[in-house]
Structure formats: C-alpha cells, structure tokens
C-alpha cells in the first residue's frame, strides 16, 4: 500500500455538525462526525459517536471508523458510556480493556485496546502515571501487537510487534509506512481518534 506513504492532509478539523447524509450511505444514521481527514490515494476519512441509547450504538454508545479507503470500525468502551458532549474514550489497565471490532472484507476483526502498564487505580497510578513507559497504549487484534507512544513534544509513534514502524508524524504531517496495511490504518486511525493524546503523552516530559 504504498499510497499510504504520502500521509495525511492537514485536515484534521472538528466538524461536529457534519450532517450524516455527507459521511457516505453506509454510515448509521444519527452518527455524530468528530474528526475528518482527507488522505492521499484513499479519499475522506471520519470518525464519529453514536451516543448511548442509540439503535446501533448500544446503551453504552460507541465511536465508529468509517472511509472510503479504510476498513469501517468500532471501538466500544467496556466502563463508559459515550456521548456527543463525551466522545473521547481513556483507555485503562489491561484488567479493563476498550474492545475494538474491524470490519474486514471476509470477516470481523475482534481486538483490544489497553494500557497494561498502568496500574488500576489509586495512588500509584497517580504516580507511575507520569512515566513515559506507562503512558503506551496497546492494540491487539487478529494476533498482532501495536504499541503507540509519544515522540518528541507532540509526535506520535506506532510500531506493530517485532519492531516494525507503521505510523509517525512529523510536525503537522502523518505518514504511513509501506508496511502498513488495511488493518494498521484501520486500528490505528480509530485508535488515535478515540483517545486523548494524554493517554500515551506524559504530562512532564517525552
């Protein structure tokens, strides 16, 4: 997919009130767009919420990957639910993961969403909070690995299992590595759209 390596337009804007009828035919209807990009070689990109209560989006709610160029995807929140004020979704310890479900060509994708090295609760996550080792969040799904963590002041790094790099951005612009596929630009696109960056990005220091 070496389309993928011309990056990502700068954007990236919010565009809340984005009627539904313009975010393609196959997007559920009452889908609350939060973040559209425009990628190059494969056309428009949008994450949005279905709030909680709605026929598709459960009691809990749920965010939803959909494009032209990308496989469609969700990612349900296991201990929250999500609305249009509340869309951004903080992925917590393993015991607790965001379950993730990609909708390939031949079959759904079932995957996870955690931070393992963040403790569960109390004052030593407050502490070990603040390390750059704790603040990674894990993607699991179809038997591979991906890590995100942060990179210099506001960058981003995505590596898959054994090392391999398939996400950076530099300053404003994101790239895609000839490695990644449909699967690496669905789980992390979704990903890094659901999530506050304080998620994998210490407060003191990278």
Partial sequence: MTSWTDGVR????????????????????????????????????????????HPEGGPRGKRVLHGEGVWNAELLPSDREITAELDLVEPGPAAQPIRLVVHGPERDIVGYV?????????????TTGLRRDARQIRIRADGRVWWIRATNVFGVRVVREQGIAVYRTRGLHA???????????SVVL?????????????ILGF
């Fill in 10 to 53: 700068g954007d990236t804007r919010a565009c809340r009130l984005l009627p539904v009828r313009d975010a393609g035919p196959t997007a559920p209807a009452g889908m609350v767009v939060s973040v559209a990009w425009r990628l190059d070689g494969a056309g428009r990109i949008i994450v949005g919420a279905l709030p909680r209560g």
């Fill in 114 to 126: 955690d931070q393992p090295r963040l403790p569960p609760a109390g004052r030593a996550r407050l």
């Fill in 175 to 185: 790239v895609f590595s000839d490695e990644a596929d449909h699967l690496d630009v």
């Fill in 190 to 202: 979704l990903t890094l759209a659901s999530v506050p960056s304080s998620a994998y990005a210490p």
